[in-house]
T-cell receptor, first 112, second 116 residues
């Protein structure tokens, strides 16, 4: 898993429920990212964290919040889930010149 | 912002024949370019990357890609397809001039089917 773990692997929510997706890296890299993957759309950046204690919006941040409490962990929170948030969510860590990114195995989220 | 276009959404090849997955990019700088592979229900795995060193980049599993600035292309090739190559392939450009800490801009993907 390229040094990135994600939990849970799969989750079903009802509309309006909240949940937090967890991501942790076991390398000591500064940058971490959350993406969502939808059919035919590639991956789209939700939020990123360039370093511990900082976070910024990506392309599709609405409906999400993130927290980077320490260098190792970067969580993604859905405060009130909507069916449009049904997707596969990937966390990634950034490394090196040009910031090659390494991805976790993903969390499949279904919102009913 | 930099972007990539994958010219084929689906490619089908026979086992043992060459693979060509096409990607064009738009960039006003010298970009960093990547190819990632995603097998069904799996995460993304880095195949190879270009970062302004050699224009012919060799990756894992026999794949390679050539950076052609004049054509703004970064096509992925493999001489002989194997059944295990069946997967989704993403061409990606690193937007190093964005504010997003080297966010990656993904193409929409090419699904490679390998037939016996």
């Amino acid at each position: 898993n390229a040094g990135v773990t994600q939990t849970p692997k799969f989750q079903v929510l009802k509309t309006g429920q909240s949940m937090t997706l967890q991501c942790a890296q076991d390398m000591n890299h500064n940058s971490m990212y959350w993406y969502r993957q939808d059919p035919g759309m590639g991956l789209r950046l939700i939020y990123y964290s360039a370093s511990e204690g900082t976070t910024d919006k990506g392309e599709v941040p609405n409906g999400y919040n993130v927290s980077r409490l320490n260098k190792r962990e970067f969580s993604l929170r859905l405060e009130s889930a909507a069916p449009s948030q049904t997707s596969v969510y990937f966390c990634a860590r950034g490394q090196g010149l040009g910031e090659t990114q390494y991805f976790g195995p993903g969390t499949r989220l279904l919102v009913l | 912002a930099q972007s990539v276009t994958q010219l084929d959404s689906h490619v089908s090849v026979s086992e043992g024949t060459p693979v060509l997955l096409r990607c064009n990019y738009s960039s006003s700088y010298s970009p960093s370019l990547f190819w990632y592979v995603q097998h069904p229900n799996k995460g993304l795995q880095l195949l190879l990357k270009y970062t302004s060193a050699a224009t012919l980049v060799k990756g894992i599993n026999g794949f390679e890609a050539e950076f052609k600035k004049s054509e703004t292309s970064f096509h992925l090739t493999k001489p002989s397809a194997h059944m295990s190559d069946a997967a989704e392939y993403f061409c990606v450009v690193s937007d190093s001039n964005s504010n997003s800490g080297y966010a990656l801009n993904f193409g929409k993907g090419t699904s490679l089917l390998v037939t016996p």
